[in-house]
Structure formats: C-alpha cells, structure tokens
C-alpha cells in the first residue's frame, strides 16, 4: 500500500497582495478589516485561533480557542482560570496567538502579555452564554484528571437541579486580554513569495511597522 508523500503536498498562493499601504498604520484596524473579510467569505470557526502558552518545563504548549472581543486594548477569550492554560498564564503571562484563514490565504500572528479581564467584565459575558454553557462551566474541572465520562454529565446534572433560575458566574471562570506587543500579517503569494508585514511596540506606545522576508 503506498502512502501520500506529505513532502510533495504543495499549494500556490495566487489570491492576491499585501502592501504597507493597504495595511495602513493601526494594526488593530487593519485586523477589523481581515476579519471582517473571513465572516463575509463565511468561513466556518472565523475566530478561532492558536494560543500557545508556556509550561512550567519551559515546553509551548497550543490549543485553539474562541477570540470573543477585540478593542485597542487587546485579544479577548473566555476559560476556567484552574485549567492548564490559566495555571501557565498565572506563572508566565506571555501568549501568542495565530489566527489562520486559509481560504482567503491569510494567517495573523499575535505576540502579547496577558492580563485577566475585571470580574465586571466577565460576569457580563457569562450573563450572554447560553445556559447549557454556564452549566458546562460548573460542571467541568478543566483539565483534572476524571476517570469516566460519566462523572461530567453526572455533575452536570447536579448543577442543573441546583440552578433552577440564572445559573451564578463561577468564582474560577473568566477572560483574559492578550495584549500585543507585536502582531505580523501573512498573506501567501506565488512562489513561496510572501508578504509578511509586522507591526511591534515601541517603548512610547506607538505602533513601529515593517516588512519581513518569507
């Protein structure tokens, strides 16, 4: 049986380009408009995105999670504060995130420092979640070891039965801000010739803008 040669599986990218002047001089701006592009080409999960944190062993570790809010300030996503990525965002507040949409060849790159979002905050998105989802957020100890499913749904009903009206915000629930200090757009063209536009912080707080080889 002869397998795919992962080496030859190759794309070129002919969409379009990306100069310094389309991207302008606010990346957060710049980012509106590609996203805005990705929901109108109506791409599935449009915002999600890697976020790769630390490990006490020095190890990245990555998963994808949901962006759910974007202003001047940074990259919003919601989780349980005692999961894995809540215990190394805890020691090391650093994060990245890569949002990657691959039909309109487009990927951003996002480096930043975390910060936790206030519990008005919080409180006001868990208010909008649907009610099976302020259930899921009692009912899960994120990232503990459990020996059988069985335990969450049996959990899951306990909270159900003891939250009969609004379900309460969980003390261990809430969201955090990457706050970028350096964020790159990628955008793929022919011949492995991409452009890639980054734009980093500066100590006085103005956004410095520059181009990258591919």
Sequence with gaps: MSRISIADIRKDYILASLSEEVVGDDPFSFFHTWFEDAVRAA??????????????????????????????????FFTNYESEKGAQLSKHPKASLVFHWKELERQVRVMGVAEQLTAAENDTYFASRPRASQLGAWASPQSQ?????????????????????????????????????????WHGRSSRMHDRIIFEKQDNGLWSRYRVAP
């Design 43 to 76: 791409i599935d999960d449009v915002n999600a995105m890697t976020l790769s944190t630390l490990q006490e062993d020095g190890f990245p570790d990555a998963r994808i999670v949901l962006l759910k809010g974007l202003d001047e300030r940074g990259f919003t």
């Design 145 to 185: 070891k459990i020996e059988k499913r069985e335990l969450l749904e049996e959990r899951y009903a306990q909270f159900e039965q003891q939250y009969t009206d609004a379900v309460p915000r969980p003390a261990h629930w809430g969201g955090y801000r990457i706050v970028p200090i350096k964020i790159e757009f």
